[in-house]
């Protein structure tokens, strides 16, 4: 009766540890959630700076004067643009 009771405890062991609902199949569940958290968070921040963004641009010359001088190389009427180059 104890060695059928020892293969079973066995048996149910070695299903807990190796089987897709698993132990080791848990572990690889948690570790995805947690990466997939850290990638949420990363793009939560990345997202919330592109909405100030287009907030600054919306409601702002500021932003877009700023914008178009540094992207576009655009200067205001009246003003002279100096190159400087280095030897």
């Given at each position: 009766m104890i060695v059928a009771l020892l293969g079973c405890l066995l048996l149910l062991q070695a299903q807990?540890?190796?089987q897709d609902g698993g132990l080791?199949?848990?572990w690889q569940l948690r570790a995805s959630v947690d990466a997939q958290i850290d990638e949420n968070e990363t793009l939560q921040t990345r997202n919330?700076?592109?909405e100030a963004?287009?907030?600054d641009l919306k409601s702002g010359l500021d932003?877009?004067?700023e914008r178009a001088r540094s992207e576009l190389g655009m200067i205001r009427e009246?003003?002279?643009f100096y190159q400087v180059a280095e030897p």
């Open positions: 807990l540890w190796t080791r199949h848990m919330a700076a592109l963004d287009v907030d932003a877009l004067e009246g003003e002279v």
